[in-house]
């Protein structure tokens, strides 16, 4: 059993009713993450074959086979319905390949942030856990947005250490693509 472990309270042999009401917390938090990343995504406008069917993507995601590259341009207001129907769909995908696939998050046109530090971490810890004993990845984030640069900062912290090397870039498209050993035009701004 995990246990939660916060300032100033034990959680040792002597667990009070608060230590077990913050663990039953965390894992109805996690269980409830799971049952979102496993939902259908509905917001589809890009679909690739794949094994004689075809995947369909959520908004402002793509997938580069070749390059073996998913890439991701959230526009205008970023919250937790946009980042569960990615984070299903890369589930899919990964499902599907099992082979590595590289990301990219373009996230220059998010122009609202409506996530907290509590879905940040359940998202870091179920990638961290889902993508568990598979060949190392990379995932790059572009971040401009105040807000969006400390979660994208707690995501590349909680998943160290795993195979999924998150990198978080300023504007710079150049360096994103030498990272991840991709065209510059598919790291280039979007103009749709």
Not at 77 to 84: I, Q
Not at 171 to 186: G, K, M, N, T, Y
Request: glycine share 4%; hydrophobic share 45%; aromatic share 12%.
């Amino acid at each position: 059993m995990y246990h939660l472990i916060v300032p100033g309270r034990s959680c040792g042999r002597e667990k009070s009713a608060n230590c077990y009401a913050r663990e039953f917390r965390v894992l109805h938090m996690l269980r409830e993450f799971f049952l979102m990343a496993h939902r259908k995504c509905d917001d589809s406008v890009f679909a690739y074959k794949l094994s004689g069917t075809a995947m369909i993507f959520p908004f402002g995601v793509q997938f580069h086979a070749e390059q073996r590259l998913l890439v991701w341009r959230p526009r205008g207001l970023l919250d937790e319905k946009v980042v569960s129907d990615v984070v299903a769909a890369l589930g899919q995908l990964e499902m599907e390949l099992h082979e590595p696939v590289n990301r990219f998050s373009d996230t220059a046109g998010v122009e609202q942030v409506d996530l907290n530090y509590e879905y940040v971490i359940s998202v870091a810890f179920y990638r961290r856990f889902a993508y568990e004993h598979r060949k190392p990845i990379k995932s790059a984030i572009l971040a401009t947005h105040p807000k969006f640069i400390h979660y994208a900062q707690i995501h590349a912290l909680l998943t160290r250490g795993s195979p999924i090397d998150v990198r978080i870039f300023p504007d710079d498209r150049s360096a994103v693509a030498q990272w991840l050993d991709a065209p510059v035009e598919l790291i280039a701004v979007d103009s749709t």
